[in-house]
């Protein structure tokens, strides 16, 4: 019932004919990434995936973790599937080798990420936050600090975790309390960090926790913040473990969903204090930290891809299977298979259509990375750079709204059974729900598409992507008669983000809680039309194999009926949302608190 | 964090100005229904809900239920509860005196279960599933069997289940399997139900299983089935307890949700056959219960808005304690409330103003019940009763896939501590995902709707229902100033409801699965103008009493700015769904199964 096959077909279609793959396999520094080594790549994540991790979703939902005498003892299955993750190498892909990353691209990465979120989303956790980790002391970190815990973090011998939260600093980080105090080369560090994923298990023998502390006499607000690396483990300067620093996991969080993953408290320097070493510099903690965040952000809405992905396949093949009354255009005698009953196909479709957007995006976004990192060009790394800067807010909220939405309709399409846990649907529903909240609540990422992504540069980034949009708009516009309704439906989707563009950037100086209030509105729109334009794209090449005679016919067909799906159940309601956006929130500041 | 308040004001408002309770209980026989004793009855039961009710809804999803040899222990409280409900009459408000019923409206019945809805919706479903089985013995059972069952089932003394689904049998149940096989003056039941609520538990001493199942040599498929009553305890003539039946429950499922209600798996006749008693006609039984159903349907429905309502509540609360970051338009220094951020509060308008349509359409329907069943002339009985058909499959849907968005957002508005199982948000997610999917799962809903309810009498009580709404858009268009983006947006919805029923009238003979694949749309598109009509209407009323200077201002303004805003975020998109009804479904079924 809980099966997972990685799509692999869909996921090489996404990734050469949406996110031109071979394009960034052209950038210096990516030669390795050939078709065959690309192909080999992902066929051996998706054995990984599937008969690795997908078996061990189960027992870390029902099992959850375990704490007892400061250790936390994670589901069975979860260590020995992360030795092999470690030992497959399949932590250091993206990363540089000079630190011992392979140095493939992102793209690439990302696609390879979706397998283990669909596969184990909890347990995938523990990368995601690794990888941040690392990325932060990469970018800010020493030399030392870079080869004392980046090699063994990029390996997967070590994991990393992110300690930010506190009962009080949520959002608003600005309100840490958490104490670091300077004492030699190092600082002593005391608090309590709550919310703390991979705080503490026992898959591997080190962590390697970044934290977000106060040094004394620090301004208040976020100047205030540094950001300190604090080994579970002090390392000796030979590599080897050495004393156990004074940070210790008191209690784990019983959640709705993701319970294979240790969601811990952490309570810093109960005794003399942790050991913690600066990165970068004091009072530029939070800036050190939304490096990583960004990347986090797109990892997280590939999550929503990813359980979005698992749920969908196993309502498909329910559907498949389970026999309930006759259909409609049906001409069997007696009942059929519920896939042919209009309305369950209208939930698989849009099941589908949504994790194909949703895949394209984050493969598309991805791309953009690598360019940032790898183009010659300054300008167009720059020009890259932006665009993933706007796209993350989109790609976060939308992919993760829709992870929640799909793991729904999955429940739907079982019907009663969908509603008892062994089925599995249920465990999606409740994993999914985390996405929308974590690495920045939907409605931050709203508030950050709005303001800082738009109004801040007077919409000069939006405007360069519209244009893009347009581009792509003329090529459709050309193509033959089987896309003339995703193309006017494309029109005014773009019309729509154009416009509503323009009042944002009228309204936001005078009335900025009206744009703030629609906020989600605006980036729902600009990912319909994102979604759109990817499987279009993906939809014209389709087209034009199956003119060359080329490939799958009927997965090649299947991708247009999708596009067009697509198109006419989410791209066509652009307008509206529009709509909403400019003209719903004119109440919302007026109601007086005590009316709520 | 999980307090409950009955909304007495707001109750109370939707029924005077909305529902017209007045209208109601000037029908014959709701002479008693006065406004002093409605409020005091629903003072009554919102003491009962806050105080006794709402505080065993979290020992319901913790302890759930247990079973041991043959027994259902419920949670802690819930038997106390029970017995309380009981004895304070409350299962016997709206029915028949005759039965040692109150004679009350359904109306009040239904702001009533809205209470306990709330306070504990696991809990309320023994009273529901109750009254099913209650109605289901009235309309059909002889009038030995309503003195023997219904009396102590309606004073709550003993309660009720209904036993339809079988493993192979869901939303089919032509394909029930059960068997009955007559022996004198009754049947002997053998065979296996599943999905049955509080189809055994402790806190009564009797149950009345109402019982599907087939005789012998009747015709296969629907024809075949026929109704039975099968109590757990036979009835002595005395009205005393016999013989243990022999029907038992087996097991209980592990479910996303409502873990405070047993949901049970019942095997009849392990030994001898169950001893079942025939509830109308052999061949009828599907009738039957679908005479129930629609009600039950309705029932649910309002378990959509008394769980949404909680939900706000509690997300409410939330949002005006927790403090982080400083909001766009605060003048203080430092951070505000979260209530004062933009996005929260459209999050908090949209739960808001979409518990309240949903409460205003649930009320509505109830009082053309109290018509259909009450009014002195035919004509409006049978127009009542249509309306009631109509409205039914809207509220259902509608009303609790609104009851699982509201949740949602109420998990989004407490941020991390939303997905913390203590907080109590994330169980308002899990119990009300149940309710799109049992007495009829939302899609079959929709598939009534555009079937059975508008293209079977070729539109003629939709049509008659339009007019209703075109007559009260007069009255909106000639109210003032404050109204006309209220009016606009109506009228658009109006049209829009208009232009898809013509369209769906003319497109079901010849494309059924057009409009089956988009009927879930022209469902919510009926649902936001009909929303929209009844929370208009209370706007216009509470303008009528700001101007003569009556009633608590506050709470009138807010009337009017909740009702502005459900028009244009909600309402405005009446057009856009409209589109995606008629033009979104055509990919459906080309898609080759093998594509999914």
């Known amino acids: 019932m809980t099966n997972y096959t990685a799509p692999i077909e869909d996921m090489r279609f996404t990734l050469d004919e949406i996110a031109n793959l071979n394009d960034v396999a052209a950038l210096p520094g990516f030669e390795d990434a050939t078709p065959d080594l690309v192909e080999a790549i992902l066929e051996e994540a998706g054995k990984f995936g599937n008969e690795v991790l997908a078996p061990t979703n189960r027992n870390g939902d029902e099992q959850g973790n375990v704490l007892e005498n400061g250790v936390v003892r994670t589901a069975n299955g979860f260590k020995e599937a992360y030795q ?8 250091s892909v993206m990363f540089d080798p000079e630190y011992g990353g392979q140095g493939l691209p992102w793209t690439l990465a990302t696609a390879i990420d979706e397998i283990w979120n669909s596969a184990n989303m909890a347990w995938g956790l523990t990368a995601i936050l690794t990888k941040g980790a690392t990325e932060a002391i990469l970018a800010h970190g020493t030399e030392e600090q870079k080869r004392t815990y980046c090699e063994k973090m990029i390996s997967g011998e070590w994991t990393g975790s992110m300690n930010l939260t506190e009962p009080q600093a949520g959002s608003d980080l600005a309100a840490i309390r958490a104490k670091a105090v300077k004492e030699g080369d190092h600082y002593r560090i005391s608090g309590q960090k709550i919310f703390i994923t991979s705080g503490e298990h026992d898959m591997v023998e080190n962590i390697i926790h970044l934290v977000l502390a106060r040094t004394p006499d620090a301004p208040p607000g976020v100047k205030g913040i540094s950001l300190f690396i604090a080994p579970k483990f002090m390392v000796n300067e030979d590599g080897s473990l050495g004393d156990r620093n004074d940070v210790r996991c008191t209690a784990l969080e019983h959640k709705l969903g993701i319970n294979g993953s240790p969601t811990c408290v952490m309570s810093y320097g109960d005794n003399d204090g942790a050991i913690g070493y600066l990165v970068g510099q004091e009072g530029m903690g939070l800036m050190c930290m939304f490096t990583m965040m960004n990347n986090a952000r797109l990892a997280v809405g590939l999550q929503g891809v990813g359980i979005a992905e698992r749920a969908y396949q196993q309502a498909r093949e329910y559907a498949k299977e389970r026999v309930q009354s006759k259909a409609i255009s049906s001409s069997e005698t007696g009942p059929s298979t519920i896939i042919n009953h209009a309305d369950v196909r209208r939930m698989l479709l849009s099941m589908k259509s949504q994790v194909e957007a949703g895949r394209a995006m984050s493969y598309f976004a991805a791309t953009h990375i690598d360019r940032a990192h790898k183009h010659e060009d300054e300008k167009t790394r720059m020009a890259s750079n932006a665009l993933v800067a706007l796209l993350t807010p989109i790609v976060k909220s939308w992919n993760t709204d ?21 089925t599995g649907a249920a ?11 974590y690495e920045g609540t939907n409605g931050i990422q709203a508030n950050d598409l709005v303001g800082r992504k738009v109004a801040r540069d007077g919409g000069t980034i939006m405007k360069g992507y519209i244009a893009q949009l347009r581009e792509f708009e003329a090529t459709l516009s050309a193509a033959g008669d089987e896309f003339t309704t995703v193309s006017k439906i494309f029109t005014r989707g773009i019309n729509a983000l154009e416009k509503t563009t323009e009042w944002l ?5 005078d009335a900025p809680n009206l744009v703030a209030g629609g906020s989600v509105h605006y980036l729902n729109l600009a990912a319909y039309v994102t979604g759109g334009w990817l499987l279009a794209k993906g939809a014209l090449a389709a087209q034009e194999k199956l003119s060359a005679g080329e490939g799958n016919a009927e997965f090649l067909k299947g991708k247009i009926l999708t596009t067009t799906f697509f198109f006419s159940q989410f791209v066509c309601q652009a307008e509206s949302l529009g709509e909403v956006f400019m003209d719903g929130s004119g109440t919302i500041m007026e109601m007086p608190e005590d009316q709520f």
């Open 84 to 91: 092999q993750y470690w030992e497959g190498g399949w932590n």
């Open 402 to 422: 829709m992870g929640i939405e799909v793991a729904s309709i999955g429940i739907q399409v079982h019907g009663g059974m969908g509603f008892i846990e062994e």
């Open 427 to 437: 465990q999606h529903y409740r994993d999914a729900r985390i996405n929308a909240i």
């Open 505 to 509: 950037l009228e309204t936001n100086a």
